[in-house]
């Protein structure tokens, strides 16, 4: 029978600069202890279930998956309606900055989408980007139909 040589369940054990620890056994991880009044300084505890409570510091919940707003959620592409805190959003849908929620992508081109480089809010097939328009160039920002996808009578021989 194999005996682990890492930290159990209470253990005291050392944060490092980014939050990751190696000192518990692997179905824990290094909480931050707040009691200890040392940023360095975590508690081994269990990695938290999809659905199950955690905290933001990295490898809280079971397989990597991310924690937002205290509960472990599950990998991959947020869907609608979804939390959007520590993930993207499944294709369709954006991270809208005022709830932090996956929404429907639903503007057209032309529209102004604000600050977000990249797909955004911007409907299927465009992207939010700079204009380069106005007094205050190189804003606003408007979704603009994506550029065409190369053919192969585009590329070089």
């Given at each position: ?11 005291r054990c050392t944060l ?142």
């Amino acid at each position: 029978m194999c005996k682990t040589t890492k930290k159990v369940s209470g253990a005291r054990c050392t944060l490092e600069a980014k939050g990751e620890s190696m000192d518990c056994d692997d179905e824990l991880y290094c909480a931050r202890d707040e009691r200890a009044g040392d940023p360095s300084v975590g508690v081994c505890v269990a990695r938290g279930r999809s659905g199950g409570a955690c905290d933001s510091y990295p490898g809280g919940c079971v397989g990597g998956a991310p924690c937002e707003r205290g509960i472990c959620v599950a990998p991959g592409d947020g869907k609608l309606g979804d939390t959007c805190d520590a993930r993207e959003c499944a294709s369709g849908l954006f991270c809208n900055e005022n709830d932090q929620t996956c929404q429907p992508a639903t503007l057209p081109i032309g529209a102004d989408c604000g600050s977000v480089i990249g797909s955004a809010a911007c409907v299927a097939g465009a992207t939010c980007d700079l204009t380069g328009e106005g007094e205050n160039a190189p804003y606003p920002m408007k979704c603009k139909a994506a550029p065409p996808a190369p053919t192969s009578a585009d590329t070089c021989r």
